[in-house]
Antibody
Framework: EVQLVESGGKLIEPGKSLRLSCVAS????????MHWVRQIPGKGLEWVSG????????AYADSVKGRFIISRDNVRTSLHLEMNSLRSEDTALYYC????????????WGQGTLVAVSA | EVVLTQSPDTLSLSPGDRATLSCRAS???????LAWYQQKSGQTPRLLIY???ARAPGIPDRFSGSGSGTDFTLIISGVESEDFAVYFC?????????FGQGTRVEVK
């Protein structure tokens, strides 16, 4: 069974940094691209960032480019999102998600970890 | 960036009704790169359709997708009680990949 378990979300002040993590199990992690998608509760979905299976290709939404860094560890089957210079508009539920490629549909989603940016 | 606009925002239906959900793109998308997801209250999104017409594993055949160019459609041929949810379209033809704002299918 595919499982994606996120952690690291919390209440944090604007301008601070935060690192989200996702541990994957139940599939060959190194064969898949991985993504972060966020959602303000009750609102729509926003793709944040994606990384290819071998970390050679990475993409970011314009809203986070230059502030967020995505990375992965295929040995530890983990995905990370380093979030810097956080803003109130980054407040959302952050999902770890699996895709076949950097540009692909998403076939599995984690339960999400909540990031709240507020003074 | 490709903007996806879904309509209507809310669809009020009775069980057994046919649901027709629209997703319009701001520029042409290959049919290979359009997906639909269902999200029930308090749950994570679930993949329904990918490549415009392909049903994901385990998705009932009352769900079908169609379309091309800039206009795509999700049809639920006879809405069942478990289908009342929010539906999102998603394009992955170009980066950044984008989602529509969602259509809520609610009980009439």
């Amino acid at each position: 069974e595919v499982q994606l378990v996120e952690s690291g979300g919390k209440l944090i002040e604007p301008g601070k940094s935060l690192r989200l993590s996702c541990v994957a199990s139940g599939f060959n992690f190194g064969n898949f691209a991985m993504h972060w998608v966020r959602q303000i509760p009750g609102k729509g979905l926003e793709w944040v960032s994606g990384i290819s299976w071998d970390s050679t290709r990475i993409a970011y939404a314009d809203s986070v480019k230059g502030r967020f860094i995505i990375s992965r560890d295929n040995v530890r089957t983990s995905l990370h999102l380093e979030m810097n210079s956080l803003r109130s508009e980054d407040t959302a539920l952050y999902y770890c998600a699996r895709g076949e490629a950097l540009l692909s549909f998403i076939d599995y989603w984690g339960q999400g970890t909540l990031v709240a940016v507020s003074a | 960036e490709v903007v996806l606009t879904q309509s209507p925002d809310t669809l009020s239906l009775s069980p057994g009704d046919r649901a027709t959900l629209s997703c319009r793109a701001s520029q042409r998308i290959s049919t290979t790169y359009l997906a639909w997801y269902q999200q029930k209250s308090g749950q994570t999104p679930r993949l329904l359709i990918y490549s415009t017409i392909a049903r994901a594993p385990g998705i009932p055949d009352r769900f079908s997708g169609s379309g091309s160019g800039t206009d795509f459609t999700l049809i639920i041929s006879g809405v069942e009680s478990e289908d009342f949810a929010v539906y999102f379209c998603h394009q992955y033809d170009s980066s950044p990949q984008t989602f529509g704002q969602g259509t809520r299918v609610e009980v009439k």
